[in-house]
């Protein structure tokens, strides 16, 4: 079909409708006028735009921030539309400098490999994997001569590079660079080119690199890419960004009474950003919701709940979203024990240390971790609170220890 021709009603419509879903959350696009541009083609032409997203496979525990931009993938994959994910294999053995205060290091073969099954895994709860192209640019970065590099370096000056806050935070207080580590924006960029991506997803802190794939597919005299940027997602701190490290996040593979429960803690005032970014409730009913919580009609206990199974339902499904609700209702609204609690066959000392008790249930992962949690007033012993750190516990039958709000076990001695 001519791409010039003009769309009939039918097609316009189609493209508002588009647009303005595919807007949802969106920080940034450049530039904006071209991003209706190609919708308007492919709606036009009947073919799927190219939608990048790049990951480097660093860290591969997936959680509720990863997900934002994995949601805006998902819309445009029910539009029709072609979903690139691109496993930085090679890109990955530099590690994205973004945010870093020194050099990164640099990762096996085998650690990049075995991250990006995980991350595959785990975007499938999310993406129709079975519709989304999976590319390793290792396939043509690994290819290039170095005329090839020495082109590709040639396309960006240092002064360019230094631009950066990362970079120049670094390079102004004396910190090293390695030379290497300017290749990555290059490095991303070109695999824009090599992919010809229509459209480029990624968070705020990647501006830098996604506008780097429109400058080298013009040096390479390919069509241009859209850069879309959507925010990144405080953590359940309510401050920082949303991080494993910080460890203020949920998530998506963790059981359903932790993730529910997680929910549960969500800042009041960022609850209605969660509902946007990180699930696909329509908004229309988001907006109700938060008209509710403005003129106190809605409860945010309430709020929290439905976010909590929504959760919980799109990582693990409705049956256990429904028996997550059920085990907080029972436990934390009516402050009783859970019916399903783990029972652990005892066959150690009838005395022990509470915080070696602690370990060998697997109940903290180091006697450090448990010792803070005990003096923090998070363990009880059949319902009561243990703060001695000291605390020598004599073990009985059907004796529950919990950890925390959400960790219990029964002892058995037979």
């Known amino acids: 079909m001519d791409e010039k021709q003009p769309l009939t009603p039918e097609q316009q419509k189609l493209v508002d409708e588009q647009v303005e879903a595919l807007m949802r959350g969106v920080v940034e696009v450049v530039p904006k006028e071209a991003f209706r541009e190609k919708i308007e083609k492919s709606v036009r032409t009947g073919k799927p735009l190219n939608i990048k997203l790049g990951m480097d496979p660093s860290a591969p525990d997936v959680h509720i921030g990863h997900t934002v931009v994995l949601q805006k993938l998902r819309q445009f994959q029910e539009y029709g539309h072609h979903i690139q994910l691109l496993i930085g294999d090679f890109t990955g053995k530099i590690g994205d400098p973004t945010g870093k205060s020194e050099t990164r290091k640099v990762l096996t073969d085998e650690q990049v490999k075995q991250n990006a099954q995980t991350y595959v895994e785990q975007y499938g709860k999310i993406l129709d994997i079975e519709k989304t192209e999976i590319l390793y640019n290792s396939r043509w970065l690994s290819k290039l001569k170095f005329d090839d590099v020495l082109k590709l370096a040639g396309q960006m000056t240092v002064a360019r590079m230094l631009e950066r806050e990362d970079f120049s935070k670094r390079y102004k207080t004396g910190q090293p660079i390695s ?56 953590g359940l701190d309510g401050v920082r960004k949303m991080s494993k490290s910080l460890n203020n996040y949920i998530g998506i593979d ?52 439905r976010l909590g199974h929504k959760f919980v339902e799109m990582y693990h499904g409705k049956e256990a979203a429904d028996e997550a609700e059920q085990y907080f209702k029972t436990v934390f609204q009516k402050r009783a024990l859970p019916e399903d609690i783990p029972v652990f066959s005892w066959e150690g000392d009838k005395e022990v240390p509470l915080i070696d008790l602690l370990v060998t249930l697997n109940m903290q992962s180091s006697k450090g971790e448990a010792r803070r949690m005990i003096q923090g007033g998070g363990v009880k012993i059949n319902e009561q609170k243990i703060t001695d750190i000291h605390t020598v516990v004599s073990v009985e039958d059907n004796m529950i220890v919990q950890v925390g709000k959400r960790k219990f076990a029964k002892l058995s001695l037979t």
């Open 254 to 305: 963790e059981a359903p009474n932790e993730i529910f429960g997680k929910a549960m803690s969500i800042p009041d005032e960022l609850m209605v950003k969660y509902y946007k970014l990180a699930t696909d409730v329509p908004m229309d009913e988001i907006e109700a919701l938060e008209k509710g919580l403005a003129d106190g009609s809605v409860h945010p206990r309430d709020a929290k709940m």
């Open 179 to 234: 030379v290497h580590e300017f290749f990555y924006p290059l490095m991303q960029g070109y695999d824009s080119v090599a992919m010809e991506t229509d459209i480029e997803v990624g968070g705020t802190d990647q501006t830098f690199n996604l506008l780097m794939g429109r400058q080298l597919q013009e040096a390479y005299g390919k069509e241009k890419q859209v850069m879309l940027t959507l925010p990144l997602i405080e």
